[in-house]
């Protein structure tokens, strides 16, 4: 099946199976590696970008359930060499442990934040259930995403 999807501000056409995973034609097709394929079942959220603006595991959406849609990877996130800032808290706080769900917990954090601006603690959490941190380095990531908000603290990984 030919689909036109606009990644990363630029707009791709191409035939693809009708059984391809988002994910795979990211990566395989388009190159953009920095979405990661997690657990291949759609729990660890490690393969989770936009579609327009909002938040999808990418190994659980088909690439034609794309067609027409403009999605944003990790490396389209950011604007040139400036950081968004959330990649900007994720780095300040330490939130990235061995990085692999990194790419994942930025575009869901990003996501939170565009409906929520101002969460709590407990709206963090629970905004960012459906991804997981094989590190269990989960504090720095909620620390992070509060600094992303305004909320918290602006200096280092370790704060009580």
Do not use: W
Request: hydrophobic share 30%; proline share 3%; glycine share 12%.
């Amino acid at each position: 099946m030919k689909i036109t999807v606009k990644v990363d501000g630029t707009t791709y056409t191409d035939d693809v199976e009708p059984r391809t995973l988002l994910v795979f034609y990211l990566r395989e097709t388009l190159g953009k590696t920095g979405t990661v394929v997690g657990c291949d079942t759609s729990n660890c959220g490690a393969c989770t970008v936009l579609m327009d603006g909002r938040s999808v595991k990418s190994c659980n959406v088909l690439a034609v359930q794309a067609d027409g849609h403009e999605v944003t990877t990790i490396e389209g996130l950011a604007e040139g060499e400036s950081l968004t800032p959330v990649q900007e808290a994720f780095r300040d706080c330490h939130a990235l442990q061995c990085g692999y769900c990194t790419p994942g917990m930025i575009m869901q954090a990003t996501d939170l934040l565009s409906s929520n601006p101002s969460p709590t603690e407990a709206e963090v959490r629970t905004g960012m259930e459906g991804n997981l941190c094989r590190c269990t380095g989960y504090h720095n990531i909620v620390k992070a995403v509060l600094q992303a908000s305004g909320q918290g603290s602006t200096t280092g990984g370790e704060q009580s």
